[in-house]
């Protein structure tokens, strides 16, 4: 069965720090991915989404960039953090009937 | 433009009252619409995939319907292990990702 992990669970950072947040998948094969922004009182928002190694699409223009060095595995990057950055942040998958979401990370920029 | 809305932003049911949520949608070309439960903290659980008007799915105490413009999710004789918020969630043509809606928070007292 297919499995997705992210970390960290929770983090705190201070305003104008990088940020690195880590998706991996298991059971799957070239999956399409996804990082989800959800933050108080909205929905999610589509931040990127990779069909493939190396290939990125940017949904939102922000502070964030995204990468796919590995077929299964997807990072979300800051260079420097905003407190607006601050939400839960969701990595997917997609299986063609439904997205898959992993645990999530709380981000909290102070 | 494509959109997703959700009602009522919250719902108190005593166990055994049974009850619905809607979903409001409108998109250009619908490839499906999406349920899914989130409990605080925890990324979305996959519920249901409707792709067209009509159709029908069943799971426990949920079953979600859709029409031309909305889907309810009908939660019979509903238990507090259902108290969750639920998010309806669509595919359109372009197919990058799902458009979510804000979702309905569910609460169920015993």
Known sequence: ?????????????????????????????NPNLYWYRQAAGRGL????????????????????????????????????????????YLCAWSSGTG???????????? | EDQVTQSPEALRLQEGE???LNCSYTVSGLRGLFWYRQDPGKGPEFLFTLYSAGEEKEKERLKATLTKKESFLHI???????SATYLCALANQAGTALIFGKGTTLSVSS
């Open chain 2, 18 to 20: 049974s009850s619905s």
């Open chain 2, 76 to 82: 019979t004789a509903p238990k507090p292990e259902d």
């Open chain 1, 99 to 110: 997205d898959h979401f992993g645990p999530g990370t709380r981000l909290t920029v102070t």
């Open chain 1, 1 to 29: 069965s297919q499995t997705i992990h992210q970390w960290p669970a929770t983090l705190v950072q201070p305003v104008g720090s990088p940020l690195s947040l880590e998706c991996t998948v298991e059971g799957t094969s």
């Open chain 1, 45 to 88: 928002q589509l931040l990127f989404y990779s069909v493939g190694i190396g290939q990125i699409s940017s949904e939102v223009p922000q502070n964030l960039s995204a990468s796919r060095p590995q077929d299964r595995q997807f990072i979300l990057s800051s260079k420097k953090l905003l407190l607006s950055d601050s939400g839960f």
